[in-house]
DNA sequence: TATTGTTATACTCTATAACTATA
DNA sequence: TATAGTTATAGAGTATAACAATA
């Protein structure tokens, strides 16, 4: 009701429009999943990295902001946002001691373990338009398309100047 | 060198993460292109979607946020700087004095006209990886997928409540 | 001197809500 | 009363820059 139902506007073919519109929608999915227990899908997405199951317990923060595609600072507040509400903890590292250790505490592995079923059938369930095959398909392309490109995946990406014509 | 080279970070093979990580790519890739013009990519996507090529002249607001996926006020206030920078312009409609339709200035379908084919060359050469056919299946997927999720594509698709425990 | 992480800050994108003006 | 658009405001995400501690 709140957008023109009136005749499915049309998407434009393109990359950039199409990604933005594809990530509405799986943020939107995982948010609904996730925000009942107080977390943003960003916050959701550090424990998926972090979490004993799927992820990589005791992993530092700089390699975790490698896997987010995010850079250091963001994954600090991200990081410490957890930690306060008690799902997550860091350890000095023994071995060099500018390194924290990043990991799940009991409360966040539970945590993660409930929500991470509902999260994985919302998200597949996007897909539902597609063949079995062509999902699989889907998503290894998906993944070929962000490895190729993984030198752009976040530099100055959004960064502005305000009027052109001066 | 900015982000751990080591062994090529793993990419969840979830929609979600994967997602982001590919809008991220075409948004940088779009950026490079339009920022030097001082355009964001998306006031760049506003031009897309009213110019004369490829977009729809004359459309209201409202049809237009339908078209971006974002709400009536973000569209107001794109189409506000847009105009304040002289590359589009409001009429009141004739026949609804409510309804403001939008279409570029000739300063804005010059700078469209030359700024699209260099976006375009680069978003498609993200797909780089992708044969040919591939390429054009990813799109299709990528269209209907976003068209079966019509509905989730921005309603309250990042609130927060802050603190789960409480 | 280089690197990990932190803090401060700012800007884009997106959302809610309250408003004006038309219908 | 409902709809198109505007304005104000806020929060999520991401960026730069300067800094502290450690190597």
Request: hydrophobic share 40%; charged share 25%.
């Amino acid at each position: 009701m709140t957008i023109a139902e009136e005749a499915a506007p049309p998407v434009h073919r393109f990359p950039n429009p199409l990604s933005r519109r594809f990530f509405q929608i799986c943020t939107a999915a995982t948010a609904a999943v996730v925000e009942p227990a107080g977390l943003t899908p960003l916050e959701f997405a550090v424990m998926a990295y972090v979490n004993s199951k799927i992820g990589e317990p005791d992993i530092d923060q700089t390699s975790l902001a490698a896997r987010l595609g995010i850079d250091r600072n963001n994954t600090s507040l991200l990081v410490s946002s957890l930690e306060a509400n008690g799902l997550l903890e860091r350890r000095v590292s023994g071995t060099d001691r500018r390194v924290r250790l990043v990991r799940l505490t009991g409360k966040g592995e539970k945590l993660f373990a409930q929500l991470e079923p509902k999260a994985l059938a919302g998200q597949n369930q996007l897909l539902d338009v597609l063949a079995d095959d062509e999902r699989e398909q889907f998503l290894d392309m998906l993944v070929r398309v962000i490895e190729a490109n993984r030198a752009l995946a976040r530099p100055g990406a959004g960064r502005r100047k305000r009027n052109g014509s001066s």
